[in-house]
């Protein structure tokens, strides 16, 4: 279990190195509050422009696409923040966040957050490794959609996914995907259809290049899955 943190500004892992009596000044203006699983946090084309920290617990990000459907861009746990892009811009929301899990948030009003990042450095300059990040996660699913297959759209959400097991640190051990996301969740990741996962995990569950276990999904060989990825992307897609 989490530990509970104060209701202070200074106790958010986004601030770290940001003068705590500074911060201080700030913390009337910040709001806290507890949800529940199910909880929207801010929606679609919302006007609200404030930015909120996941204190504890889990949330989704789930963005719209052109045609109206909807894909999941992201899972924030305890530490991270959402809603920075409409604090700088002022435009309405472009993402749903909602809880997963029973969770603490922290509510900052846009004018704070940004009087914050201009007055201390190392605060703003992780704001802007945050959104570097983020940009390049978007370009890199961007480009996985036009040259990828769903097979291999798979594969590269499930190395994403996937962290290393205990003890075995090397670029071509194992990996493992833990808990394992139902397929419906898989499938609203990489922009496909739930049978069509089924059909592409069962196919890699023959080829030897996953394996469904009790922890979760293994991925034997990950090294080859990326080989995969990368030739299909320098390849491009089927004309």
Known sequence: ??????????????????????LSGFDRQASWRSC?????LLDFEDRSTEVQFVVSG???VIIRT????????????????????????GRPRSANVTAITRSRICALPAATFLAIIHAVPPVC????????????????????RDALSVRLRL?????????????????EA?????????QHELAARIGARREAVSR???????????????????????RVLRALIDAGIRDGPDP
């Not at 529940?36 to 929207?40: A, E, K, L, S």
């Not at 194992?174 to 139902?182: A, E, H, K, L, N």
């Not at 890699?204 to 990950?222: D, N, V």
Request: proline residues 11%; aromatic residues 2%.
């Open 155 to 171: 594969c590269a959400e499930l190395l994403r996914l996937s962290r290393e097991q205990r003890g075995k640190v090397s670029s």
């Open 200 to 222: 592409e995990m069962t196919e890699l569950s023959r080829e030897g290049l996953l394996a469904r276990t009790g922890g979760g999904i293994l991925l034997p060989q990950p």
């Open 125 to 144: 300059d992780r704001l802007l490794r945050l959104l570097a990040a983020k940009l390049r996660l978007q370009t890199e699913r961007a480009l996985e």
């Open 58 to 60: 889990l949330a989704r």
């Open 36 to 40: 529940g699983p199910g909880d929207v």
């Open 66 to 89: 052109p045609s109206g459907r909807e894909m999941i861009l992201a899972d924030l746990a305890a530490g991270e923040l959402f809603g920075e892009i409409a604090a700088i811009d």
């Open 174 to 182: 194992p990996r493992i995907v833990s808990p394992p996301p139902p």
């Open 1 to 22: 279990m989490q530990p509970e943190l104060p209701d202070r500004l200074a106790a958010l892992p986004f601030f770290h190195g940001a003068d705590p009596a500074l």
